[in-house]
């Protein structure tokens, strides 16, 4: 059976007792009811992967020693997405978490022309990529922006930058650019970007890309997006 895995942002050294976070807390003594001389796996998801064990438990507290410490290597392959702020939060959620186990190393919530809502839960959005990554065993948390409007990522420095649109025009496919290590993606909301948003981008060096023939959802262009890219 797998070890318990949770995430710890701060991880001590070797040999070194500590106190777990609270969350972790109530996670091994009132869900799984772990008790002394068991183990668990921590990730600060920056790379390291420990093995602990439970020293101590109490109803406030539970303590463990590291026992191992491996470090895990990033992907060589760093895909970001910058998508659209969704009107249904949920969609927006059910992307974050699947762009997460996917491997993506970036998300960057879009504020656009013609998106519809911009308010966004902080908190709650980290808490569902920091999920995802222990769901899916990983040990890198990817890097999740607070919201930036359209013209200030444009202006993002990275050497392969791509923008998806339902416009008519010539694009290339996201395969072309498997031999990149470091993408990125724009995704535009319900109802594209507009002409004007498109041209910006395209004068900053961004270039018109294909995610097939049908229509897609701004989520499912994302998970679609993400999943070429980080595959390929």
């Not at 796996?41 to 590291?66: C, E, F, P, R, S």
């Not at 009107?87 to 013609?114: A, D, M, Q, S, Y």
């Not at 990522?153 to 290339?172: D, F, M, P, Y």
Request: with cysteine.
């Amino acid at each position: 059976m797998d070890l318990p895995y949770f995430f710890e942002q701060k991880l001590p050294q070797l040999n070194q007792a500590f106190c777990l976070s609270s969350t972790t807390h109530k996670h091994c003594a009132q869900v799984l009811r772990m008790k002394a001389g068991e183990k668990i796996l921590l990730t600060n998801g920056q790379g390291l992967l420990a093995t602990a064990i439970i020293t101590d438990t109490n109803k406030k507290n539970t303590y463990a020693n590291i026992t191992n410490i491996l470090h895990q290597p990033q992907y060589s392959k760093k895909v970001s997405i910058g998508l659209s702020l969704l009107k249904n939060t949920n969609r927006f959620e059910w992307f974050l978490e699947k762009v997460t186990e996917l491997g993506i190393h970036e998300i960057i919530p879009l504020i656009t022309t013609r998106t519809e809502k911009q308010h966004f839960r902080n908190e709650r959005m980290e808490q569902i990529v920091i999920a995802a990554m222990l769901q899916s065993k990983q040990c890198w948390l990817p890097i999740l922006h607070n919201p930036t409007a359209f013209k200030n990522i444009v202006e993002h420095q990275k050497t392969c930058k791509l923008i998806a649109h339902c416009l008519e025009g010539k694009k290339k496919t996201i395969q072309t650019f498997s031999n990149e290590e470091e993408i990125l993606i724009l995704i535009g909301p319900e109802g594209d970007f507009t002409a004007e948003e498109i041209n910006l981008a395209i004068q900053h060096q961004f270039i018109p890309v294909s995610l097939g023939n049908t229509r897609l959802r701004t989520e499912t262009a994302g998970i679609v997006a993400a999943t070429l890219s980080i595959l390929n």
